[in-house]
């Protein structure tokens, strides 16, 4: 009997929703912004790592630790999007796909990163 966590469930909700965002957005889209973050995640992960001081890395769930890489790289790169747009995007996904707390720390994780990003200055 199917469950809301049946893994082969979520895997299928995970597929659908790839296939379904194909139809909206070219799939190059994806891949290049992939591409660029990983291509520079190790400068995105040394500001993670400095604005998330009581936790490291292989401490953070993949989810926080996704969401930070994507608004981090925003914060680094995209200059053209508005600051409280990355954090308040972050936080929303944080707060659908991730923990409890998810919201609250990936919200202290990113304010301590408009510091080192030099974005602070925008909201």
Same mark, same amino acid.
């Given at each position: 009997?199917? &469950?809301?966590?049946?893994?082969?469930?979520? =895997? =299928? +909700?995970? !597929?659908?929703? /790839? #296939?379904?965002?194909? %139809?909206? &957005?070219?799939?190059?889209?994806?891949?290049? #912004? /992939?591409?660029? @973050?990983?291509?520079?995640?190790?400068? @995105?992960?040394?500001? +993670?790592?400095? /604005?998330? !001081?009581?936790?490291?890395?292989?401490?953070?769930?993949?989810?926080? +630790?996704? @969401?930070? =890489?994507? $608004?981090? *790289?925003?914060?680094? *790169?995209?200059?053209? &999007?508005? !600051?409280?747009?990355?954090?308040?995007?972050? +936080?929303?996904?944080?707060?659908? *796909?991730?923990?409890?707390?998810?919201?609250?720390?990936? %919200?202290?994780?990113? $304010? $301590? $990163? #408009?510091? #080192? !990003?030099? =974005?602070?200055?925008?909201?």
């Amino acid at each position: 009997m199917k &469950t809301a966590q049946d893994p082969r469930h979520l =895997r =299928r +909700i995970k !597929t659908f929703k /790839s #296939l379904f965002a194909r %139809n909206f &957005t070219p799939q190059d889209h994806f891949n290049d #912004l /992939s591409k660029k @973050i990983e291509k520079h995640q190790e400068e @995105i992960d040394e500001i +993670i790592k400095k /604005s998330a !001081t009581e936790w490291p890395l292989d401490q953070i769930t993949k989810i926080d +630790i996704a @969401i930070l =890489r994507l $608004a981090v *790289y925003e914060l680094l *790169y995209k200059k053209d &999007t508005p !600051t409280k747009v990355i954090i308040d995007e972050a +936080i929303e996904i944080a707060k659908k *796909y991730g923990s409890d707390n998810s919201g609250s720390f990936i %919200n202290g994780a990113l $304010a $301590a $990163a #408009l510091k #080192l !990003t030099n =974005r602070d200055n925008e909201i």
